[in-house]
Structures are given as structure tokens and as C-alpha cells.
């Protein structure tokens, strides 16, 4: 069999996990990945962080959460850029994330503007900024309608072990053309 196509068959065991979501499967599904495997989220920016995890045993945790409630992940097989260069191999593929959301998502803002207000350590005019522009968001993105399908960039690093292909890194990320979400104010400009 040739390097593509062993590489086609880690994507399709990949997109096979996402897509039933056996939770009793994850254990063996990590198995794709190295055991010093990078993974990060659309929620991630410092390694170790948020959603940057730098193990197998780690990003377990973000497959599992992606499983129990994240939308229906779908890469596009045949958009993908796969290239090689020995026992390396690096991919780049346009996927999307598809849910439903419906007015329960009121109900859920207003859940996560309690939790919110209770645990955080910002000022009340900090908190009220950040409540006001997810308010905003979630009133204008719910009045769209209740479908949402969500572009998302899908990039990753292969290796070839004795265990055949697996993933050393792998980069989930949505583009955006507004500001991004995660602005930084005690770096250097």
C-alpha cells in the first residue's frame, strides 16, 4: 500500500471516531496519535493551556468533550492537501462543524452569565463587557436561525512508527474576519 493511501486510511479512522462518537471507543481511538502528540483546539493558545494539550493522555480529554458536545465535525476528503517527505507527512483540510441550536440557547447563555459572574476575578465593568458581547453574539447568531455550520481549518502533522501513521500534531481552527477571540494585554507590542 502507498504512503497516501495509508495516510487516506488514519483520515478515515479519524473521521469514522468523530462521527460515531462512541465514548467507549476513545480509548482506542487516542491510539492514532503519538503518545507525544500536540493537539490543539479552536480554544487553544499556550501549550499546556485552555484547549493546547501536549500529550495523548491529555488530548483525550479534548476528543472526548469534542464527542460528548461539540457539532458533527466533516472533512472534506476531497479538498485535502496531503504532502511527504520520508516518515513526515503534513495535512491541510477544509472541514466544517455542523449543530442545531435552538431557543434552548438562550436558556444556556443565561446558565453560563451565572456560572461567569460567580467564578470570575474580573472587575464588574470587565465582566459586564464580556457578558454584553456574548449576549450580542448570541442574540444576533440565534436570530439567523437555528442551523449552524461553523468553516473550520483541519491541519495536521503525520509520522510513520511501527505502529503505522499516527498523528504528532494536529491544529483544529475556525477562520474569522473579525477580531480574533483571544486578545493578549500583557505582551509586548
Known amino acids: 500500500m502507498d504512503t497516501f493511501t495509508e495516510i487516506r486510511e488514519l483520515l478515515e479512522k479519524f473521521q469514522e471516531g468523530y462521527t460515531r462518537r462512541d465514548l467507549n471507543a476513545v480509548d482506542e481511538f487516542m ?4 503518545p507525544d502528540c500536540d493537539v490543539i483546539g479552536t480554544n487553544g493558545h499556550r501549550p499546556g493551556t485552555d484547549e493546547w494539550y501536549t500529550d495523548r493522555a491529555s488530548a483525550r480529554e479534548l476528543v472526548q468533550g469534542d464527542w460528548e458536545d461539540w457539532g458533527d465535525l466533516s472533512l472534506d476528503m476531497e479538498a485535502a492537501t496531503i504532502k511527504t517527505q520520508g516518515s513526515v507527512g503534513w495535512l491541510a483540510i477544509p472541514a466544517t ?9 438562550y436558556e444556556n447563555y443565561i446558565q453560563f452569565m451565572k456560572s461567569y459572574l460567580e467564578s470570575s476575578d474580573l472587575s464588574a465593568k470587565q465582566k459586564l463587557h464580556f457578558l454584553l458581547r456574548g449576549g450580542t453574539n448570541t442574540l444576533y447568531e440565534l436570530n439567523r436561525g437555528e442551523n449552524f455550520v461553523w468553516a473550520l481549518r483541519f491541519t495536521a502533522v503525520v509520522v510513520r512508527s511501527e505502529a503505522g501513521w499516527q498523528f504528532a500534531q494536529m491544529n483544529f481552527s475556525y477562520p474569522t474576519v473579525y477580531f480574533p477571540d483571544v ?5 509586548p507590542v
Open 183 to 187: 486578545r493578549l494585554f500583557d505582551a
Open 31 to 34: 491510539l492514532l496519535f503519538t
Open 97 to 105: 462543524v455542523s449543530t442545531r441550536i435552538g431557543e434552548e440557547g
